[in-house]
C-alpha cells in the first residue's frame, strides 16, 4: 500500500490493527499518523481511547499491556509509538506482533532512517502489519511533487520559483510543504506562483541566493559572484557557507556526471541520471567550461572548505571572506 491508500484506509474508517511506517521521508508518515488520529476515533472518545508514546521514554512491556487492552464506550483504541527509531529492544512486543489486537489500531513511527530488515521484530510486523517506507525522492521527483501538491490547492507554479524552494529546502517534503501552505493562504487560488511570490512570502531573494550563486560559479561570471557574496555578507541571514557549500557540490556533482554519461541528449541524460529538465538544462551549458580533470579539483576543493567552514583548518577572516576565497578557486 502506498500512502495515499493508507491515509484512504484510515478515512474511510476501515483501519488495520497495526501500521509500522519507518523510512528517510519524515512527511508521508506524519501525513499517515495526522490522518489516523484525526480519523480513527470520534472526537468524544480521544480522551480514553488515544495514547501517544514516545520510542526514548517508551516502557515496552507496559506499551504491550496497554495495546491489549479493550477500548471504553468505543469500537477501538488508537496508540501512537512516535520516534520508534529510539527503542533499542522490540523483544517486549515481539509476541504482540505475532497476534495484534483487532480493536486496537497500533501505529509505529520509525523516522529518519530505514529499519534493520534483519530483525526479528521487523520479521513478525511484515506477516501481520501494514508495512510502509517512506523514502526519500529523487532530486528529478521534486519537482512533480511540488506541482502536484500545489495542484490539488489550486495553484501552479514557474520553474524558477520551483527551483529556489527547492534549492533553498532541499528534498525535504515537510519543509517545503510548509512553506507552499503560507503561500495559499496569503495568495488567490489559481495563482501560478513566481520567484516574486517566493521572495515576499518566504525570503528567498529571487537575485541574491545560493542557485543564483551556483549558476555564476558555472558560467565563471567573478563579478556576479562577489554581488551575490556581498549581498550574503550583509544579509547574513539569506544564505550560510555550509548551505551554499552542498549547492555548489551538487552543481560539480551533476557536471562530472553528465560528463560520463556517454550522450549530450537532454532527455537520456534526465531518465539516466534522475534529474529534472531544467537542471541537466542549466547544467549542460557549464560542459564546455569546466573539464573533468578541473572538476574532480573542485569537488576536493569543496569538501576542504566544507571543513573550514565548520571551524576546521579555518584560519582568518569572515564567512564572507571565506567563500570569495572558495568561488575564485573554483573558477580559476
Not at 501525513?31 to 476515533?41: K, R
Not at 481511547?49 to 496497554?66: C, F, P, S
Request: contains cysteine; charged residues 30%; glycine residues 6%.
Amino acid at each position: 500500500m502506498d500512502y495515499k491508500q493508507i491515509i484512504a484506509e484510515l478515512k474511510g474508517g476501515q483501519p488495520q490493527p497495526l501500521y509500522f511506517l519507518h523510512g528517510e521521508e519524515s512527511y508521508y508518515i506524519d501525513a499517515i499518523t495526522e490522518a489516523a488520529m484525526n480519523h480513527v476515533l470520534a472526537e468524544s472518545e480521544r480522551d480514553f481511547n488515544q495514547t501517544i508514546v514516545y520510542g526514548k521514554d517508551a516502557d515496552l512491556t507496559r506499551l504491550q499491556e496497554q495495546v491489549k487492552q479493550y477500548p471504553m464506550m468505543a469500537e477501538r483504541q488508537l496508540v501512537v509509538l512516535k520516534e520508534a527509531q529510539d527503542v533499542r529492544d522490540w523483544t517486549p512486543l515481539e509476541p504482540y506482533f505475532e497476534s495484534p489486537t483487532a480493536t486496537t489500531v497500533f501505529i509505529i513511527c520509525h523516522k529518519h532512517k530505514k529499519v534493520d530488515r534483519r530483525k526479528k521484530y521487523y520479521k513478525l510486523l511484515q506477516k501481520k502489519a501494514v508495512v510502509f517506507e517512506s523514502k526519500k525522492l529523487y532530486e528529478n521527483q521534486v519537482d512533480g511533487w511540488i506541482l502536484n501538491y500545489l495542484k490539488g490547492k489550486g495553484f501552479g507554479i514557474n520553474q524558477k520559483a520551483m527551483m529556489l524552494l527547492v534549492d533553498f529546502l532541499g528534498n525535504d517534503l515537510g519543509k517545503i510543504a510548509k512553506e507552499l501552505d503560507k503561500l495559499a493562504i496569503v495568495l488567490e487560488k489559481g495563482t501560478e506562483i513566481s520567484e516574486v511570490h517566493i521572495e515576499e512570502n518566504i525570503g528567498i531573494s529571487k537575485d541574491y541566493n545560493s542557485f543564483e550563486l551556483s549558476n555564476a560559479v558555472a558560467r565563471r561570471d567573478i563579478l556576479k559572484a562577489y554581488k551575490i557574496i556581498n549581498y550574503f555578507e550583509q544579509n547574513p541571514k539569506a544564505a550560510h557557507i555550509t548551505q551554499i557549500i552542498p549547492v555548489l557540490f551538487g552543481f560539480f556533482e551533476r557536471l562530472m556526471k553528465i560528463h560520463f554519461a556517454g550522450t549530450n541528449d537532454n532527455r537520456v541524460i534526465q531518465s539516466k541520471l534522475k534529474m529534472n529538465p531544467f537542471a541537466v538544462k542549466e547544467t549542460m551549458k557549464s560542459k564546455n567550461i569546466y573539464k573533468p580533470k578541473k572538476i574532480a579539483k573542485n569537488i576536493a576543493l569543496l569538501h576542504t572548505y566544507d571543513l573550514k567552514s565548520k571551524g576546521i583548518d579555518r584560519g582568518p577572516g569572515s564567512d564572507a571572506d571565506l567563500l570569495r576565497e572558495l568561488v575564485y578557486q573554483l573558477m580559476h
